[in-house]
């Protein structure tokens, strides 16, 4: 079994008993007296029976910022609840870590990682704008993986110097490409944000990406764990510097940014991202900016 199908059994776990160790987070965290995010009103398994209410036209809505919460986010109750325990995951474990890590490892160290995991999704990318119909774009990125991948193994991006600049690929944003609607908006146990369209990202690029197969076939169970908890840490450790534009209702506002965040996306990659009132989550423009500042030479 991939290690990939290991963690979906530990978040499937996890999100069922999600709603009540949040539950107990929440209470913890009155006793003390300290002030977090608004303890949800539905107590330990009562949003779960929130599931029921779901319709079908409810899974038919395409997302976006702009709606009121009961069409993008009808599962609001069970989704709080999963961000509770993610928040507290975060507090406890994940964002001590990066801090740690971000302290500690030069930077030119972390975006050379970066750049290794980015230039091995790159045929990920292709596939899905060859899906989408856009041949020249699926060109430059293969030209781009094989300019980075021979010259630097892909720890450096002189293909940017060439103008072959990075262009992230999703299923989620190959079938919002042809007009599948993204559905209400969830809260993932661990991986955070998602839509019922952009959840099957995870299944598919488990699959899809060279580094599970590099891993599977030499029985590196060990290093395919690491690599995953590593660029997981090196993402959050990414995001420190952007925690204070998260103000009032975190979770509220991580839901928006996603949501239009993903919205531009699509829009950008139909030509047409003017329609869209693009929330600036800040994510993009320093991963970009780390990049160039970690290699000065490019």
Do not use: C
């Not at 059994?9 to 977090?36: C, M, Y």
């Amino acid at each position: 079994m991939q290690y990939s199908q290991y963690l979906w059994v530990s978040l499937l776990s996890i999100g069922l008993v999600s709603p009540v160790f949040a539950d107990s987070t929440d209470t913890n965290a009155v006793e003390e007296g300290t002030v977090r995010e608004a303890a949800p009103k539905y107590p330990r398994l009562e949003s779960l029976k929130e599931l029921k209410n779901i319709k079908a036209k409810d899974l038919k809505v395409d997302a976006n910022a702009a709606q009121p919460d009961e069409i993008k986010d009808p599962l609001q109750p069970l989704n709080r609840q999963i961000y509770a325990l993610n928040d507290s995951v975060d507090r406890h474990v994940i964002r001590p870590v990066s801090v740690q890590y971000k302290a500690k490892v030069p930077e030119n160290v972390r975006g050379s990682y970066r750049l290794f995991r980015k230039n091995m999704g790159e045929p990920w990318n292709a596939v899905n704008q060859v899906a989408q119909g856009r041949f020249t774009r699926a060109a430059k990125t293969l030209a781009r993986v094989t300019i980075n991948t021979v010259t630097t193994l892909g720890l450096a991006d002189p293909a940017r110097r060439l103008g072959l600049s990075t262009e992230e690929e999703s299923l989620g944003d190959t079938l919002g490409y042809y007009g599948v609607p993204s559905g209400p908006y969830i809260m993932l146990p661990v991986l955070g944000p998602s839509t019922f369209r952009n959840a099957l990202d995870y299944p598919a690029e488990s699959y899809a990406k060279p580094l599970t197969y590099i891993f599977d076939n030499n029985n590196q169970d060990g290093l395919a764990w690491g690599n995953t908890i590593w660029g997981g840490i090196d993402t959050r450790a990414n995001l420190l510097d952007a925690e204070s534009v998260l103000q009032g209702d975190r979770y509220a506002a991580i839901r928006d940014i996603y949501l239009q965040h993903k919205k531009f996306e699509i829009a950008q990659k139909k030509g047409d991202d003017g329609a869209v009132s693009f929330i600036d989550d800040g994510d993009d423009f320093s991963d970009e900016d780390s990049e160039s500042s970690q290699n000065p030479s490019e």
